[in-house]
């Protein structure tokens, strides 16, 4: 009987018929909107949903239309992700559509009602719509087939760089790096930081890694080329300046002293930085660049760190030289060698601000007043990333940096932290300012029910619409646990044979550490 059930939904849409044949559509109620509303990530821009249900099935048909004809590689990657969404095979009909001239970045339209239909700017856009559709369509009680609420969808992208940055330490397993991409790729993020800690299986300098922690180079590889897969490009980071130790600085570990204590001279005294006056530190961090970027696939970006870097410039050589000088030479070497790779340079903005400056006060600021000075002789190609932690100014509402850096003549990306409301005013900046984008970062804090939500889902949906509203019910199990249950679950389901620890948004069920006790 259900059956027939669904097959008269999907003939007569519960709806009724005009004499033109335009169906009268009744909206849901208020409770089934929202309900809808909060499965999705990122919201769309516009978005209504109407009484009656759409059935799809091996028998179905679904239009789908692009700008320009797609190749036929992108009509069989389409075609598989019905069959990996929803494990069905429906008809689909491609074909090009040049009237709709106003979808806008990644734009997309989706009309579900007697069929589905899908208008779409290429084929990228074409599965940034497939996510949306994936996420609140429901399995048919009694058959093989989804179910989905009469809809009309229209959304695009407000940023063109949305990134997350995500760190490979000892700890984690590539389980959990594969769990974090795909998350971040169903979230509409089309780039990924991956920054190695120590992990890297360098061929050049095997020596720059913990001899036992190194990831397996055949399995990274394998997640290297699923980004790509994804639409998700993936960004090395190799940390030119602070950071040197590959680890996290209260740790007092060092992935290469610990071991090769003839390195010693490549290293500021407390071995926190490199010394930007060693050749062979030169050398050496420049093949480190090359393997990796080759590594990566050839990305357009190479991140080269540079945050934090306390003791620069404290060696005898470094010292007698005038500091912001050889900052700016020291970055204008490694940007020229990225350039020749083919490659632009990110670097962090913090040391490029003197934090005794009041114009920052609200702001991340760990530079002084000559060091500072660097900026202006920067080579105007280098992206700076400025990272801004907190709440902004609560004069202005917003960051000032952005606009510093922008009016200096380099392009600029923001990156917020765990700040709700940080994450949704630098995103609003990059938008109204026209900024490259936003980068999410992580560090060691993924885990847990807040942060997991804020890095993935609140940030994608903050770079994707260039903003938004804070939540009003943050705790909210029908806001935030539930809808990103069913989104772990839904990726993790695209991974073989996911391992418990890396299964959901912890680790462990249970603590087993004294201090939590």
């Known amino acids: 009987m259900k059956r027939l059930f669904y097959a008269f939904l999907l003939v ?30 990122p919201q769309p821009k516009e978005a209504e949903f109407f009484e009656g249900l759409y059935l799809l099935n091996s028998k179905s048909t679904v239009e789908v239309f692009t700008k320009k004809e797609l190749s036929e590689a992108d009509k069989n990657d389409l075609a598989s992700i019905f069959k990996k969404y929803w494990r069905v095979y429906p008809t689909i009909k491609f074909a090009t559509n040049t009237t709709n001239d106003d979808l806008g970045r990644e734009g997309y339209i989706i009309t579900v009602g007697g069929s589905m239909r899908i208008e779409a700017q290429d084929a990228s856009a074409a599965r940034q719509s497939l996510k949306t559709l994936r996420q609140y369509g429901e399995a048919e009680r009694d058959g093989i087939g989804f179910v989905f609420q009469k809809a009309r969808i229209r959304d695009f992208a407000a940023l063109g760089f949305r990134g997350i940055h995500l760190c490979i330490f000892p700890e984690t397993t590539i389980e959990q790096l594969e769990k974090y991409v795909r998350l971040a790729s169903y979230y509409k993020f089309n780039y990924v930081v991956i920054e190695p800690w120590g992990v890297f299986p360098y061929k050049s300098h095997p020596e720059f890694a913990y001899a036992d922690k190194k990831i397996d180079p055949v399995k990274f590889k394998k997640l290297i080329n699923l980004c790509y897969e994804l639409g998700i490009t993936p960004i090395p980071q190799v940390s030119i300046l602070g950071h040197a130790t590959q680890s996290r600085i209260l740790t007092t570990k060092h992935a290469v002293l610990a071991n090769n204590p003839e390195l ?144 200096a003549g380099n392009e600029v990306i923001v990156c917020p932290w765990e700040d709700e409301i940080g994450i949704l005013s630098l995103a609003k900046t990059a938008k109204d300012e026209n900024l490259l984008g936003m980068l999410e970062t992580t560090w060691h804090h993924l885990y847990g029910t807040k942060n997991f939500f804020t890095f993935f889902n609140r940030a994608g949906n ?42 959901g948004n912890s680790e462990k069920q249970i603590s087993t550490s004294l201090s939590d006790r």
């Open 264 to 407: 010693e001279n490549i290293f500021e005294p407390y071995g926190w930085s490199y010394c930007m006056t060693s050749a062979r530190a030169e050398r050496i961090l420049k093949d480190l660049i090359s393997e990796i970027y080759e590594f990566y696939g050839k990305p357009p970006f190479i991140h080269l760190g540079c945050d934090e870097a306390y003791d620069m410039g404290t060696c005898y050589s470094c010292r007698s030289q005038k500091i912001s000088d050889l900052l700016a030479d020291h970055l204008t070497k490694f940007n020229s060698y990225v350039n020749s790779l083919g490659a632009r340079a990110i670097i962090w903005h913090d040391m490029l601000l003197d934090r005794s400056d009041p114009r920052w006060a609200y702001h991340v600021a760990s530079g002084n007043a000559e060091i500072a000075k660097a900026l202006e002789k920067l080579p105007k190609n280098i992206i700076i990333a400025d990272w801004q932690y907190g709440k902004p100014d609560s004069k202005k509402g917003s960051f000032s940096t952005p606009a510093h850096f922008k009016d």
């Open 462 to 503: 903050a770079a994707w619409n260039g903003g938004g509203a804070p939540l009003k019910n943050r705790n909210s199990m029908k806001i935030t646990i539930l809808p990103m249950l069913r989104h772990l679950w839904q990726i993790g389901s695209d991974i073989k044979d996911i391992p418990y620890e890396a299964n």
């Open 12 to 41: 007569y849409n519960i709806g009724f018929t005009s004499p033109s044949g335009e169906t009268a559509e009744t909206p849901v109620n208020s409770a089934v909107r929202e309900s809808i509303l909060n499965q999705l990530c």
